[in-house]
Each structure stands twice: as structure tokens, then as C-alpha cells.
């Protein structure tokens, strides 16, 4: 496992990489929310459920305060995102990718996909900011195999309109979660939730 931490632009953004023990040619590239961090549940999980298949792992450790938020630049905030996963794997000779974003990660995932690197990578879309202009038109018209999950109360991000539109592009799986919220959870309901979460783990398992 390496534990670095990159300057970069002007936003310090940490990263850890973790490796097989054999080298492999695989990587997924996970892209957190602002306060949801790879150790949240979901992102969690998702690392054990990729290093188990043989992937290296890649974790954006970016943090935000909210006065860092109010003024982000999307473009920069995505152009400091991929000099940091260059600097992380600069060593590396990867050809088959993923990448899992979560909500402010869709932000940097959308500007990302133009990379020639993440051609034919296959995608999951965490509750994506859809009311970002940018992260929408990237879904509508994107070309990777994409996996998208919503929760049906996220008032953050699921945009009934804009959710139509995404059904045209033939490369999105869509989910819509019922009940759950933007972290994919249901109010109150930590039982149901873990079960929740269970069935979000197995869907991108499948995918």
C-alpha cells in the first residue's frame, strides 16, 4: 500500500493507492464525495468488493471546508483530481479501468471522461450532481458503459426531468433507490439501510 500526498495546483489533495501483492493491469479510481469519504459505508465496500477481484485501488482523498465549496471551480477542482491520479500511477501500466464517483466526484468525473486514458473505462455514477450542468451533459452523451444510482429523496440530486432525459443514452444502467437519501440511506432506518446497502454492493458486483 502507498500513502502519499501530492501538492497540486493549490488544493492539497492526499491519495492512497493500494496494490495487489501480484502486479496487476487493473485499476479503479475512486472519487469520494465532499463529506462522504472513502471510508463511508458504500465506498468502503466497494474497495474490498474491486481489490477482491484483482484490482489495484485508487482512493482521491480530496476534503472540502464549505467555504471551499461555495467558491469551487469545477475545472479546476477536475484538473487537480487527474494530476493527481497521474502522479499516483506515473510508475504503473494499467489498461483496464474503472471509475466510482460519488455526488462532488461526478463533478471531477464528468471533465475526466475526456482523457484518452478513460476511453473504454466502465463507470459508476454514485448519486450524480445532476442540476450541474456539466455532469449532466457528460451522462447524456457519454459513451462509457456507465452504472447510475439515485435515491428516490435526494433532494441534492435526483431531477425527475433531467432523469427522463438520461434514459436515451443506451449506455446507462439507471437505478433509482426508493426511499433512500443522498448518502443512500433511509432516514432513520439503520437496519434497512444496511440491507439497502447490501443490494447497492451487489449491483455494482454485476456490473
Not at 465496500?45 to 484490482?55: D, I, M, P, R, V
Not at 442540476?131 to 440530486?157: P, R, T, W, Y
Request: hydrophobic letters at 40%; a neutral charge.
Amino acid at each position: 500500500m502507498i500513502n502519499n500526498k501530492e501538492i497540486i495546483g493549490s488544493k492539497n489533495i492526499p491519495f492512497r493507492l493500494f496494490e495487489q501483492k501480484v502486479e496487476t493491469n487493473t485499476l479503479v479510481i475512486v472519487l469520494p464525495g465532499a463529506g462522504y469519504t472513502t471510508q463511508a459505508p458504500l465506498l468502503h465496500f466497494t474497495t474490498g468488493l474491486f481489490y477482491n477481484k484483482g484490482f489495484d485501488v485508487l482512493h482521491i482523498n480530496y476534503i472540502f471546508s464549505r467555504q471551499e465549496m461555495s467558491v469551487l471551480n469545477d475545472e479546476d477542482f477536475a484538473r487537480d483530481v487527474q494530476l493527481t491520479i497521474d502522479n499516483a500511477i506515473k510508475d504503473k501500466e494499467y489498461n483496464n479501468y474503472y471509475v466510482v464517483a460519488k455526488s462532488i466526484g461526478t463533478k471531477a468525473l464528468s471533465y475526466l471522461l475526456d482523457n484518452t486514458m478513460l476511453k473504454d473505462a466502465k463507470v459508476v455514477w454514485l448519486t450524480p450532481l445532476l442540476q450541474n450542468d456539466g455532469v449532466f451533459n457528460a451522462m447524456v452523451n457519454s459513451e462509457n458503459k456507465g452504472l447510475c444510482i439515485f435515491g428516490e429523496k435526494d433532494h441534492f440530486c435526483f431531477i425527475a426531468e433531467r432523469f427522463e432525459k438520461l434514459k436515451n443514452n443506451k449506455n446507462l444502467l439507471l437505478k433509482v433507490v426508493d426511499g433512500a437519501n443522498h448518502s443512500l440511506e433511509l432516514d432513520k432506518e439503520p437496519i434497512k439501510s444496511i440491507e439497502l446497502l447490501k443490494r447497492i454492493i451487489s449491483d455494482i458486483n454485476k456490473f
